[in-house]
T-cell receptor, first 111, second 111 residues
Framework: DAKTTQPTSMDCAEGRAANLPCNHS???????VYWYRQIHSQGPQYIIH???NNETNEMASLIITEDRKSSTLILPHATLRDTAVYYC????????????FGAGTRLFVKA | DVKVTQSSRYLVKRTGEKVFLECVQD?????MFWYRQDPGLGLRLIYF???????EKGDIPEGYSVSREKKERFSLILESASTNQTSMYLC??????????FGQGTRLTVV
């Protein structure tokens, strides 16, 4: 599975959009981009995933560049409860979830 | 909703003890995983299983073993606990090719 690079931490004002970047320059054509988040003392929670098209669900939007070497997770109206560590990972869709989660981005949403 | 349940949130064990961490999922997932999480290191895969009685080593299997006698249950075993196994342990399950769902984690302290 390809390696990802994320900033260590980011701040965001409550009510504003939080844009979390991720670089995955060695991604293969059959690898998906997944985003998870982990709120303190809880297990990681699935947010969204995509292959090459942009995706949106009730939690977030995922924007993947045309060359697929980077992506951005967008939380459109961040709340204090969105303060968490956000993990970007890439993996092949079939074959289980044998991937390594990196250190992620610690997002602080401030009032 | 998928539910992944880990038997304990907190455990304290003595060095040399045999420790069992239990994980149960209720959605008939083929794949189950055990990770450990340490500060600054993200989640690291210990073992995973893609079917009953099947198991494969992850990235850090030393000092651990697993058991999967039934599809819904995946146990992590520390044969002789050591202080460097003090960590947060996370169990996850997934369908083949699907996203992973995580339990709440077990914080193990070995003294």
């Amino acid at each position: 599975d390809a390696k990802t690079t994320q900033p260590t931490s980011m701040d965001c004002a409550e009510g504003r959009a939080a844009n979390l970047p991720c670089n995955h320059s060695t991604i293969s054509g059959n690898e998906y981009v997944y985003w998870y988040r982990q709120i303190h003392s809880q297990g990681p929670q699935y947010i969204i995933h995509g292959l090459k098209n942009n995706e949106t669900n009730e939690m977030a939007s995922l924007i993947i560049t045309e060359d697929r070497k980077s992506s951005t997770l967008i939380l459109p109206h961040a709340t204090l409860r969105d303060t968490a560590v956000y993990y970007c990972i890439v993996r092949v869709g079939a074959g289980g979830f044998k991937t390594i989660f990196g250190a992620g981005t610690r997002l602080f949403v401030k009032a | 909703d998928v539910k992944v349940t880990q038997s304990s949130r907190y455990l304290v064990k003595r060095t040399g003890e045999k420790v069992f961490l239990e994980c149960v999922q209720d959605m008939d997932h083929e794949n189950m995983f055990w990770y450990r999480q340490d500060p600054g290191l993200g989640l690291r895969l210990i073992y995973f299983s893609y079917d009953v009685k099947m198991k494969e080593k992850g990235d850090i299997p030393e000092g651990y073993s697993v058991s999967r006698e039934k599809k819904e249950r995946f146990s992590l075993i520390l044969e002789s606990a050591s202080t460097n196994q003090t960590s947060m342990y996370l169990c996850a399950s997934s369908l083949e090719g699907g996203e992973a769902f995580f339990g709440q984690g077990t914080r193990l302290t070995v003294v």
